[in-house]
């Protein structure tokens, strides 16, 4: 059975006309007003960027308002890789028929992800055909099958290699600030180029010098090359 098309959220370009897309992903139990407002604080740096903010596609089991990527039980060990890999392709649709829709190029993307969405971010964004511009991830994990190979056989199915940083509160108590630094390392050992930055005293969450990093990293990103 095919998974529903999915849609949120849009906040158009300060400029007036689009030449990049900034796609935020939203965290368990949220939905995709949870992060549309961060494109309003990027928007002075990013002013051709439009932003939008799918919901995700499955009601949230334990928060009944919100929505999830996938299910979580913490009852099976490899219960992310199956999630992000059985939610990915409803995102890429989604992906690609909003780069159609404001006839922008594959490149012209960035994805940002908090909690389970920096899950799907990596895990979307690495296996794209053309690499997006840029993935930022709050307070999320890089996801690997829970096995000896599960690195190598996740970074055998990359197919881009776009900049990422990580981003993570110091005192997260649900996704410790350990899993940046696990990530970080799983990705370089791919060859993905990966920076970080630690919110020191911030749990499960965004402060404003995370929200600082990501929309300098992305203006970097998006900036023409010479």
């Known amino acids: 059975m095919m998974a529903a098309a999915i849609d949120g959220p849009r906040l158009e370009p300060r400029s007036g006309k689009a030449k990049q897309l900034v796609v935020f992903l939203h965290g368990y139990?949220?939905?995709?007003?949870?992060?549309?407002?961060?494109?309003?604080?990027?928007?002075?740096?990013?002013?051709?960027?439009?932003?939008?903010?799918?919901?995700?596609?499955?009601?949230?089991?334990?928060?009944?308002?919100?929505?999830?990527?996938?299910?979580?039980?913490?009852?099976?060990?490899?219960?992310?890789?199956?999630?992000?890999?059985?939610a990915v392709p409803?995102?890429?649709?989604?992906?690609?028929?909003?780069?159609?829709?404001?006839?922008?190029?594959?490149?012209?993307?960035?994805?940002v992800g908090f909690s389970q969405g920096t899950m799907m971010a990596l895990h979307a964004g690495l296996r794209r055909q053309v690499a997006p511009a840029a993935i930022v991830g709050y307070s999320g994990i890089y996801v690997t099958p829970e096995s000896e190979d599960g690195p190598d056989l996740a970074a055998s199915e990359i197919r881009s290699r776009p900049p990422v940083l990580l981003v993570h509160?110091?005192?997260?108590?649900?996704?410790p600030m350990q899993a940046l630094f696990a990530s970080a390392q799983l990705l370089s050992a791919a060859e993905v180029p990966v920076e970080w930055h630690l919110s020191q005293g911030v749990g499960h969450g965004?402060?404003?010098?995370?929200?600082?990093?990501?929309?300098?990293?992305l203006a970097r990103a998006f900036a023409p090359k010479r």
């Open 29 to 86: 139990g949220a939905d995709g007003n949870d992060l549309i407002a961060l494109g309003q604080e990027w928007q002075s740096e990013l002013p051709d960027a439009a932003f939008v903010s799918p919901h995700a596609p499955e009601p949230c089991g334990g928060a009944p308002m919100g929505r999830q990527w996938f299910e979580l039980t913490f009852r099976n060990p490899d219960e992310r890789w199956r999630g992000v890999n059985a």
């Open 90 to 111: 409803v995102l890429q649709s989604f992906l690609d028929a909003e780069l159609a829709r404001r006839a922008l190029s594959p490149d012209a993307l960035a994805l």
């Open 169 to 175: 509160g110091t005192r997260d108590d649900l996704i």
């Open 206 to 217: 965004i402060d404003g010098e995370g929200l600082r990093h990501g929309g300098q990293f």
